[in-house]
């Protein structure tokens, strides 16, 4: 490949006004700023700022004189050791970008392969859960927690419509929303406990939701659910909703069985907005 002096000094990062600065501190030796100027047509207040970065970059150095004179570096010592500092920092971006960027190109591969979508945001969350429970069909298993932000009767209201038309509804709700249910026509049991629980919907052994609440970096709450209808998925999600519905306890953080924690993470911090509603299906 033929380069010319112009296009090699730009690759190593170097603007138009800097490249034209440091090849006439390189060909008439050290110059003012004021000369700097006359000779390459490089605006005034232009030459201080392309001669400071050019000294950043270890390529030009300042005179002792006055006027302030300025004199490029020895190209094979400046221009080298500049190179082995593009070369660690690009070493480094890229190391850091494989590392930050794996876990979530591995977690949308899996999604795709097993038919995984991921969900982050209560609203997106609440829509899903009513869009599922509105499309069952035979049966209905669900874990529903009562704390806020949650919409407890707005989802209840869906989950008696869908008992209503026949669809056999098992409901795991937490204790203080047990005032709510008890109303319903539909089976229930209470989970005693304080601590905040996840949403879980598994709808005609066929699809399966689960949502979670945590704390991002930002230190505010978020919401993220995975709809899945990956068989392995939705059996491990009716086999926590029994274990539950038969008093046991169970980690409901099964779905590391098929995303490790770092690609979750990645899912949470890169598609706080992704997918749109509408691409869901969820607008309403």
Known sequence: MSLTVSEALRKLGLTGYETKVY????????????????????????VYSSVNRLRDLGLVRSLESRPLRFKVEPPSMSLEKLKNQIVE??????????????????????????????????????????????EAAEELLMILPSKKPVPVAR???????????????????????????????????VIRSEKSVPILVVTDKKVSLLATRFIMEDGFEHWSGVISVCE?????????????????????????KCLTKEEL???????????????????T
């Open 23 to 46: 090849m006439a501190l390189l060909k008439y030796g050290s110059l003012t700023a004021y000369e700097i100027s006359s000779l390459t047509g490089v605006p005034y207040p232009k």
């Open 265 to 283: 993470d990645a899912l949470a911090k890169y598609l706080k907005k992704w997918p749109s509603l509408r691409a869901l299906g969820l607008k």
């Open 89 to 134: 920092e690009l070493e480094d971006s890229v190391g850091f970008l494989v590392k930050e960027l794996s876990p979530l190109y591995s977690a949308v591969s899996k999604m795709e392969r097993y038919g995984r979508l991921n969900i982050v945001g209560l609203s997106r969350v609440v829509r899903g859960v009513l869009k599922l429970v509105s």
């Open 232 to 256: 392995n998925c939705v059996k491990n999600a009716r086999d926590v909703f029994q274990k539950l519905w038969e008093g046991g306890q169970v980690s409901v953080e099964f779905e590391k």
């Open 155 to 189: 989802i209840l209201k869906k989950v008696a419509a869908a008992a209503r038309r026949g669809v056999k509804v098992k409901l795991l709700a937490q204790q203080d929303a047990e005032k709510l249910v008890e109303g319903l026509d539909i089976e229930f049991k």
